[in-house]
């Protein structure tokens, strides 16, 4: 591609002088990371101004492995709400509700995922919404669920999980023909079926795919993923012989916490660092990954190094397991590594990089759906393909 | 523990698109996929099976499938098409709008949805021996259509569904075969009465394929009278209702009845004959090609040396039939003179690329239906159906049809026979005119500008786009994008003879893109500098190929030797059900000609006293088929969809047409 020609050197060498006119930062990651940041690398190698709200939820979801970043991160989640909950209070008939405050409290409890906290929130919006008419009712839920999204565009499961939230409850025959009372209730209803459906997804996952695990088998696992750790449960519950590679998952060591958690439960794990993984593969049976995203094309976007990982397992023709839930199919289509919304974390090298020196700061990596071999959702076990055949039939 | 790989049970896994269809019949249901053999503790009360997953949403999508489901289903399920629960199994018959047999059920639904409930569990054990029976005897029926006689899952008449495209030809010897009980005799005539009054869709076979379902049938029945023996007295369920023809049926009395039935088949093979084309004119038939040439109103020589491989084409030596043609314009009084003068557009190539071609044809269509009035003693639907028809076979005669043409003539036609019986003949016309209108704005210009939206999200600045030939969404899409403000750079690879990019390349470099022009000989080499490649195409078909301009193919598969996404931009009118595997089954000719002269060359004229030797043959082919797997996305006016889903599209709103 035209980056790795010797023309487009000497033109980023043009452009690195010239200033650009327009903002090519966000749609060429290439030239990304802001140069800005460099004159404080040395002090401070994570400045908070490159971390993405994506990667702060996953800070404080997964209880990372400390860095003096996490501290930073968390007063930055401590922030970012807040000014957003300004502005977007809903303020109906005197008594202020805020989808925010909601979302946030439902957020709280550490084993319910972003997206159905986020559909949690929106259930309450319906429950405490004081409209009369349909139309009403529909707007201000359009204009909660655009809040909340507002508040990290960077996560993909969040956005999905709103859309679909509405696709779901607004969607129904029954609205055309009933008085606004019971359409009302009938919507909340639905929209509590709904987030009661999105909370078991994890069950069902780890549920299905016990069949694909097998006694005896090696199971190759990137980065901490909650599914997947449902999964792993489920079978070490079910007194299944396995054994777990994990990864360290660097950046944030997602991978150390996980083989902890195994380690809970006498599973062995053995952990790798994320470059052994070619070389630790032939042991391997199958690849486990959870995933943030699942696009159209029945790739997913997932933490930094699922590509890689998958790009090795296909070569070797070891099969790539996805465990996502539902609720995480975004109608997105990424065409190669750079077109998507970039998501930077902070990486700690434990050394002062040269300000010189730039950093990769990109979060996930997009794998495309020929390298992955099933996914497993609360819907069943998919091929990648048939994710667009679920999207289409939701959202046209 | 001892259950090591106890779960050889192979868990099912949902597909969709392309594998074998004789894959071992899947199980009930994919939410199932727990094995209840296996170690782990039972999950009789899993969460699976009694809450709907979060995607299941009802989809009330259109109107159209509504209606149909409300008509099919015999229970009150609000949308069967949704249901993702193990479905029990009496109303597996009449699942969702793929179900292979709806076209027939839909037109009559209180009686296909009985019999399938009274029959139960009976129908399901005859029904599969049955099929059995029949794979053995015919593989080839078998194999292709398996997947429609697996009632026992929803998912799999799913996913079987998706490969056959012959759906009414399926259903009936289904209807049949449950016809070895001498009750469904009667319904089998109400299926024909009321197949005959809502045509279903036309549906093209080929002649082995007829053949091989007319064994099918032969075999059937012959199971059928073993079986009216056999499983009448084995199952007693069935029975309930006919106990007398069914346990003693003496022998005179089975044979009326299979007499009787023999007079229904030939009725309803006449009927099937009825709604299925005939085949693609071969054209290295020859009597059939005699034949054809005395219909024929263009008189058109052909070429003499054709191509082996390709004689099954029809190929004409180009620009002689134009002045005899408009000599005999006066004597052809049942031609009108828009078709006429569109056709003649057609042959002298003055209207090409897809779109166009459709518009002017309806926009022809048009002024016909304008003009016409209903001759006496004949009704319009049939008198304007045949009418169109002769016109579309004059189109045909000056180029082969595109098949978003066919596509297009099939929406009319069914508009046509849709029109209620109360209308007045001026109240028809001007709907059908509206409904013409409406075509031509809603599935080609509106369409365009949702796939021009779409595209340039996928166009960055500093991006060097690939283009191929001349196609005009792409172009709309490239000047959009600039329109925007967007900063790229545009390659544009042409080839002889038609050279269409250079018009392109002018209207471009005149809006004030910075483009680069180049022949297809050097696409290798320019490809190392594209980011992404933007390709129209005539028609996508439903395995995913890509059926374009030649030239495309090679392009699409440059671009994914380097990496290079190739986005397909088309329109949804363009899909087709139809499976190619090859560019040579469905192709055109163009002029051989073409290749061999070089216009404003004179230097070049090494094969001018060459062309009628007969060691020499040359071939000008129109268009080829790319494979799916060059292909990374396609842009629609339904969005934007990987190669896998094009049937999605086609099974979903394949039919909306007729109900627009």
Redesign the interface.
Known sequence: ??W??P?FILDKQQSDTVPHQ?N?PD??PLHSPPPFSMADTLQNPNPENNISAYYQTRAAHHAVVTGDWLAQAQAAIGRDPDDSTDTTVATVAGKPFSVIDEFNSWRKQPELAEAVAAIRALAAVIRNCQATTMMELEIELKKASDSLKSGDTTSISLTAGCD?FM??VT???ALEYEDFDSAKSRLIERAE??G???C??R??IA??S???I???CTILVHGFSRVVFEVLK?AAQ????FRVFCTEGRPDRSGLRLSNELAKLDVPVKLLIDSAVAYTMDEVDMVFVGADGVV???GIINMMGTFQIALVAHSMNKPVYVAA???K?A?L?P??QK?MVPALCPIDFGVPIPSKVEVETSARDYTP?QYLT?LFT??????P??V???L????? | ?D???A?T?V???????FFTPNAPPAQPS??H???LD????P?SN???NN???????????HLSD?LVHRATSPLPV??PS?F?RPIRSHYVAVVGSYNPTESLLGSSPPLASPSSRVIGDGEFSEESSAGWFRRSNSAKFASSFSGAFDLTSVKSSETGGFHQVKKPVVAQPKEEKSGAAAFVEPQINKVLSSSSSTKPLKEKTTKAERRALQEAQRAAKAAAKDMTVSVGVSTSKPVKHQPAQRKDAPPPASSIAVSDRKGVERSMEKERRKDIPAPRMQFDDKSRVEKAKKRAVVNQSEARNRVELFRHLPQYEHGTQLPDLESKFFQLDPMHPAVYKVGLQYLAGDISGGNARCIAMLQAFQEVIKDYSTPPEKSLTRDLTAKISSFVSFFTECRPLSMSMGNTIRFLKSRIAKLPLTFSESEAKASLCADIDRFINEKIVLADNVIIRHAVT?I???D?LLTYGSSCVVEMILLYAHELGK?FRVVIVDSRPKLKGQALLRRLVGKGLSCTYTHINAVSYIM?????VFLGSSSVLSNGTVYSRVGTACVAMVAHA????V?ICCEAYKFHERVLLDSICSNELGDPDALSKVPGRMDINYLDDLTNKDNMQLLNLMYDATPSEYV??IITD?????P??VP??VR?YGREYLWI
Do not use: C
Not at chain 1, 238 to 241: D, E, F, H, I, P
Not at chain 1, 392 to 396: A, G, P, S, T, V
């Open positions: 591609m035209w790795r020609s023309s327009r090519p749609t060429l679909l696709r779901y969607r129904t025959s079926k709904f009661e459906i999105s078991k997804a069950r069902i549920m299905l016990q069949d694909f097998f006694d005896g489920t079910s007194k299944k012989l159209e094309s029945g839930e539902s609720y199919f109608r289509y065409l190669d077109d759906p099933l609360d819907l069943g076990v998919l091929t393909s048939v667009s055949d679920e289409i039939q939701l959202y046209l | 523990m259950a090591r790989r779960t049970t868990p099912r896994v949902r597909q969709v698109g994919r939410t996929s727990f094995p296996s170690s782990s503790p999950l899993s969460p699976v809450s709907l997953s979060p995607v299941m949403i009802p989809p009330s999508r509504n609000p949308e949704a993702r996928k960055m600045d500093g060097v900063q190392h500098e594209v980011t992404r380097f990496h290079v996404p986005l990374s996305m339904y969005g934007m969809i990987p896998t889903s999605v599209i979903e």
